[in-house]
T-cell receptor, first 111, second 112 residues
Framework: QKEVEQNSGPLSVPEGAIASLNCTYS??????FFWYRQYSGKSPELIMS????GDKEDGRFTAQLNKASQYVSLLIRDSQPSDSATYLC???????????FGGGTRLMVKP | EPEVTQTPSHQVTQMGQEVILRCVPI?????FYWYRQILGQKVEFLVS????????KSEIFDDQFSVERPDGSNFTLKIRSTKLEDSAMYFC??????????FGPGTRLTVT
C-alpha cells in the first residue's frame, strides 16, 4: 500500500514569514513529486514538480527532495494571506501514471 | 491559458441511476485521468487513459465505472448504477506527458 503522509495542520504563519510544509512517502521507487494548492471548494492546482534530489526554486516557492529519507518539502517565502489554502503532496511511482495524494496541510497566513 | 473544463458543475441523481460526467482536456494533452475526492478526504485516483485505452485503474474503478473518449475533444466518466457512497467531487485531469497533471474544476456528484 503506497502511502503519502502530511501533517493536517493548520499551520499558522504571519504574513511575510516562511511557511514550511512537509511530506513523507512510503514507496521507495517513487520518482516524481508534486505540490498542489487547493482552495476550499476548488480543484487542486499544480504549483511545483520535482524529480531529483535537492532544491528546485520557482518564484516564492522552493521544493526540496530527499529520496534517501523519502521526504519532500515545500517552502513558501514571504507568505501572503492569499497563500492560505490546503497544500497537497502527490507522488508518482513510475509504475504508472497515477498520483497518490497525501491528505494535505492546511496553511493559514495571518495579516 | 488553456485549462481543463468539466460539465456539469453539480449533478444530483437518485441511487441506481446512471450518470455521465464530461470533461474537455487541454487540447494538446495526450493523457487523461479521473480522480475523486469525498468531502474531507484525500484525492483518490480512479483511472488513466492514453491512446484510446485505459492504462491504469484503481480498485475503486470497478465494473460500475467506464470511461470513453467519444470524439477528439471530450473525455467522459460513466457510473452505471450510482450508490450513496459515490457522492464526491470528481476531477478530470490531463497531461501532455505523464505525471504533470492539470485538474479541471470538478463535478460535485450528489447521490440521494
Amino acid at each position: 500500500q503506497k502511502e503519502v503522509e502530511q501533517n493536517s495542520g493548520p499551520l499558522s504563519v504571519p504574513e511575510g514569514a516562511i511557511a514550511s510544509l512537509n511530506c513523507t512517502y512510503s514507496d521507495r521507487v517513487s520518482q516524481s513529486f508534486f505540490w498542489y494548492r487547493q482552495y476550499s471548494g476548488k480543484s487542486p492546482e499544480l504549483i511545483m514538480s520535482i524529480y531529483s534530489n535537492g532544491d528546485k526554486e520557482d518564484g516564492r516557492f522552493t521544493a526540496q527532495l530527499n529520496k534517501a529519507s523519502q521526504y519532500v518539502s515545500l517552502l513558501i517565502r514571504d507568505s501572503q494571506p492569499s497563500d492560505s489554502a490546503t497544500y497537497l503532496c502527490a507522488v508518482n511511482s513510475n509504475a504508472g501514471n497515477m498520483l497518490t495524494f497525501g491528505g494535505g496541510t492546511r496553511l493559514m497566513v495571518k495579516p | 491559458e488553456p485549462e481543463v473544463t468539466q460539465t456539469p458543475s453539480h449533478q444530483v441523481t437518485q441511487m441506481g441511476q446512471e450518470v455521465i460526467l464530461r470533461c474537455v482536456p487541454i487540447s494538446n494533452h495526450l493523457y487523461f485521468y479521473w480522480y475523486r475526492q469525498i468531502l474531507g478526504q484525500k484525492v483518490e485516483f480512479l483511472v488513466s487513459f492514453y491512446n484510446n485505452e485505459i492504462s491504469e485503474k484503481s480498485e475503486i474503478f470497478d465494473d460500475q465505472f467506464s470511461v470513453e473518449r467519444p470524439d477528439g475533444s471530450n473525455f467522459t466518466l460513466k457510473i452505471r448504477s450510482t450508490k450513496l457512497e459515490d457522492s464526491a467531487m470528481y476531477f478530470c485531469a490531463s497531461s501532455e506527458v505523464p505525471y504533470e497533471q492539470y485538474f479541471g474544476p470538478g463535478t460535485r456528484l450528489t447521490v440521494t
